[in-house]
C-alpha cells in the first residue's frame, strides 16, 4: 500500500489479462498508470482457460466470423513476438462415420481459417495416417481426419510478463488490493477509487483521470451493464489433468462429445494432459474458488472414454482438475452457454469504463477497444497513439560457460521477456536443470520469490510457475528443496513457510483436486491431513 501512488492518469482495476494487456498498452504510450488486483495476478480466469492462442474453429460454425478473424490475426502477431510462451500446436480431428462433423464440413472450415491466416496449414490424413499418430483412438467407424495448426500459452506467464514489461515502462501494479468503492466528484465524474489491502484492510484513495474496470466476471460489482437487454452471465469451464503417461499424445485433438455433440479438446501442455473443457452457468458465490464438480469430471471422463477406449481412462489417474468462470456477455434470449458470443463489450459512465469478455487471445484487440473508450478523458491518446506495441526485445544471454540448450533459453524468454538473463545470472549452476517431470527451471523458483511479488505459496506454485498443475498433488513431494531455494528470497522464516505449505495443500485439494471424491484412501488421507495439521498447529502455538 505504501508503494502506491496519490494520484495517476489511469487507474486500473483488475490483474487478469484484460486489465494487465491495459497496462502494458497505456505504460507504452506514457500514461502515469496503476493497476489493482484483489487476489493475485492472474488469479481470475486468466490462469484458468484452455491455454489456446486460436482462432477458434468453433465460432465460424457459429458465425462470429468477426471474432474468429480478429483472433487468428492475434495469433499470428503473438507467434511472431513472443516466441517461448506463445508456440505453435498441432490439433488433429478425427472423423467418424456415425457422429461429428463430416469431412466437406471440416474442409470448408479449415479453408477459411486458412484463409484468415493467410497461410495454409492443414492437410487431410485417411484412417491409417491418423492411426499411426494417434494409436490409441476408436478405430470403429472411422474414415479418417485432419491436421491444423494453431497455437498455445501459459496463460499467467502472458499476464506475468504484460506487468513486469509495464512495470518497466514506468507503472505501479499491486496484487492484494481491492477496489472497495469508485470515488466520484460532486457532478458524479470518476475520480479515483478507494483501495483496500485484501488481507490487512488497511485503505488509500487513488485520484486518477479516469478508471478502467477490467474485472471480468466480477465486473457488475463495479458498474453493471446498463443495456437491459445485456448482462454478465458467468459459464464456469473445467479441465482434467492426465499425465502423458496415462494419455500419452504429441498434438491436441478435437472431437465431439457424444452426449452433447459439444467439441471437447485433449491438449498436450508443459508435459501433462489437459482434458476440457465443459461449459455451464456458474450459480455458486462469484467469491468462492470455482472448482469441478462431479458431474462435470464424469462428462469429461465419459468423453475421453469414447475417444480412447483402449486406454481404460479414470479419475484415478488424474494429476490435477482445473476449473474457470469465463466472463461472457450475454444478449439474453434462451441460449445455450456455448451458443453466447464470446466478443467483449465496453461500457461507459462518466469516467468509469467497464471491459468484459473477450479472449485470452484477443486481449490486445480488447486492451485497445478500452484505451479508445478513454480517449475523451485522456485527450493526450490522440487517434493513432492507440496502435498495438509488441513486447519487449530479450537480448541474446548468456557467457558460453552456462549450460542452457537454445529451446531452454528461448522458453525462458518467452515467460521472463528481458529478465530471462537475470534468472539465469541469479542462478546456481546446479539450478539450471528442469524439476523432474516438468519443463521448469528450478532456477525460476527464486527468481519469481525475490522479483515478482509473490505472498503466498500458491502464488508461486501455481502462477509464476506452473508446477502445482503439472506435478501430482501440486509437487508437495518438491516442497522441502522449493523451501530451501525461495525462503530467504521470500524472506519467511520457518513458522510462516509451514503455514504456507500448509495453506497452499489446503487450498490445492478444494480448487484443484477432487475434494467430493470420497474413495476409503482419500477420505483416511483427509483425516489424516486435518491431524497433521492441527497437530502442527498446536505445536506453532
Ligand atoms: C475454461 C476456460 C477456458 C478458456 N480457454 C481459452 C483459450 O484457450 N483461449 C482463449 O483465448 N481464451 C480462453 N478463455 C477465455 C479467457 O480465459 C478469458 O476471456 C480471459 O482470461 C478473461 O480475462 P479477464 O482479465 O477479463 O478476467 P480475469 O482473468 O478473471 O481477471 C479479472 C481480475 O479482476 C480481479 N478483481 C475482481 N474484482 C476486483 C476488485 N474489486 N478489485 C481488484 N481486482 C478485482 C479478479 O481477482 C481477477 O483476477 C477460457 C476461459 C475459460 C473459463
Redesign the pocket.
Known amino acids: 500500500m505504501t508503494h502506491l501512488p496519490d494520484s495517476c492518469d489511469l487507474l486500473i482495476?483488475?490483474?487478469?489479462?484484460?486489465?494487465?494487456g491495459i497496462f502494458h498498452e497505456a505504460g507504452r504510450m506514457g500514461l502515469r498508470v496503476v493497476l489493482?488486483?484483489?487476489?493475485d495476478?492472474?488469479?481470475?480466469?486468466?490462469?484458468?482457460?484452455?491455454?489456446?492462442?486460436?482462432g477458434g474453429l468453433r465460432y465460424l460454425k457459429e458465425g462470429h466470423f468477426l471474432l474468429t478473424r480478429d483472433?487468428v490475426k492475434e495469433r499470428e502477431r503473438l507467434l511472431n513476438e513472443a516466441p517461448g510462451l506463445v508456440t505453435p500446436i498441432a490439433f488433429l480431428v478425427p472423423i467418424y462415420k456415425n457422429h461429428g462433423p463430416g469431412r466437406w464440413t471440416l474442409e470448408a472450415g479449415l479453408s477459411i481459417y486458412d484463409l484468415l491466416a493467410q497461410k495454409r496449414q492443414h492437410r487431410y490424413l485417411d484412417a491409417e495416417a491418423l492411426l499411426t499418430q494417434l494409436p490409441f483412438i476408436d478405430r470403429q467407424a472411422l474414415t479418417g481426419g485432419y491436421e491444423f495448426w494453431d497455437a498455445q500459452v501459459d496463460?499467467a506467464r502472458l499476464v506475468l510478463r504484460l506487468i513486469a514489461e509495464g512495470r518497466r515502462l514506468g507503472g505501479t501494479a499491486a496484487n492484494y488490493?481491492?477496489?472497495?468503492s469508485i470515488r466520484r466528484d460532486a457532478q458524479g465524474m470518476a475520480t479515483g477509487a478507494v483501495?483496500q489491502e485484501t488481507e490487512g484492510g488497511a485503505t488509500h484513495t487513488i485520484g486518477a483521470r479516469t478508471v478502467i474496470n477490467?474485472?471480468?466476471?466480477?465486473a457488475e460489482?463495479?458498474h453493471p451493464e446498463p443495456s437491459a437487454k445485456k448482462h454478465l452471465r458467468p459459464?464456469?469451464?473445467?479441465?482434467l489433468i492426465f499425465a502423458h503417461d496415462a494419455l500419452p499424445v504429441r498434438q491436441a485433438v478435437s472431437f465431439v462429445h457424444p452426449e452433447d455433440q459439444r467439441a471437447i479438446f485433449v491438449i498436450p501442455w508443459e508435459g501433462v494432459v489437459l482434458v476440457?473443457?465443459t461449459d455451464l452457468d456458474h450459480d455458486r458465490d462469484l467469491n468462492l474458488e470455482p472448482a469441478i464438480t462431479r458431474e462435470e469430471a464424469d462428462y469429461l471422463i465419459e468423453g475421453v472414454r469414447t475417444l480412447f477406449p483402449s486406454l481404460g481412462l479414470s479419475l484415478d489417474q488424474c494429476i490435477a482438475s482445473l476449473?474457470?468462470?469465463?466472463?461472457v456477455i450475454s444478449r439474453g434470449g434462451n441460449r445455450s452457454p456455448s451458443e453466447e458470443s464470446?466478443e467483449h463489450d465496453v461500457w461507459e459512465d462518466r469516467g468509469l469504463i467497464t471491459?468484459?469478455?473477450?479472449?485470452?487471445?484477443?486481449?490486445r484487440k480488447v486492451a485497445l477497444d478500452a484505451l479508445k473508450a478513454a480517449q475523451p478523458y485522456l485527450p493526450e491518446l490522440k487517434d493513432g497513439t492507440v496502435e498495438p506495441s509488441g513486447f519487449e526485445a530479450c537480448q541474446d544471454p548468456i557467457a558460453e560457460d552456462i549450460d542452457l540448450g537454445p529451446e531452454a533459453w528461448q522458453r525462458l524468454c518467452g515467460r521472463y521477456g528481458g529478465d530471462a538473463r537475470i534468472v539465469v545470472a541469479e542462478a546456481r549452476p546446479e539450478d539450471l536443470l528442469p524439476i523432474p517431470g516438468t519443463q521448469t527451471l528450478w532456477a525460476e523458483l527464486p527468481y519469481c520469490a525475490a522479483h515478482e511479488s509473490v505472498q503466498h505459496l500458491d502464488d508461486l506454485l501455481l502462477r509464476r510457475v506452473r508446477i502445482g498443475l503439472l506435478l501430482p498433488e501440486g509437487g508437495k513431494d518438491y516442497l522441502p528443496r522449493i523451501g530451501r531455494l525461495c525462503r530467504e528470497p521470500l524472506g519467511w522464516g520457518l513458522r510462516r513457510w509451514h503455514r504456507e505449505t500448509f495453506r497452499y495443500q489446503e487450498y490445492w485439494h478444494q480448487a484443484h483436486g477432487f475434494p467430493w471424491l470420497k474413495s476409503p484412501e482419500s477420505i483416511l488421507s483427509k483425516r489424516f491431513r486435518q491431524l497433521k495439521r492441527r497437530f502442527i498447529q498446536l505445536l506453532l502455538r
Not at 489493482?36 to 487476489?39: Q, S
Not at 488490493?177 to 472497495?180: I, L
Open positions: 482495476i483488475g490483474g487478469g489479462v484484460t486489465g494487465a489493482v488486483e484483489r487476489h495476478f492472474a488469479w481470475g480466469t486468466s490462469s484458468r482457460s484452455s491455454k489456446l492462442i486460436h483472433a496463460d488490493t481491492t477496489a472497495v483501495v477490467a474485472t471480468g466476471c466480477w460489482a463495479l459459464l464456469r469451464g473445467s479441465h476440457g473443457t476449473s474457470g468462470l469465463r466472463p464470446r471491459i468484459a469478455g473477450g479472449k485470452l487471445t484477443t486481449y
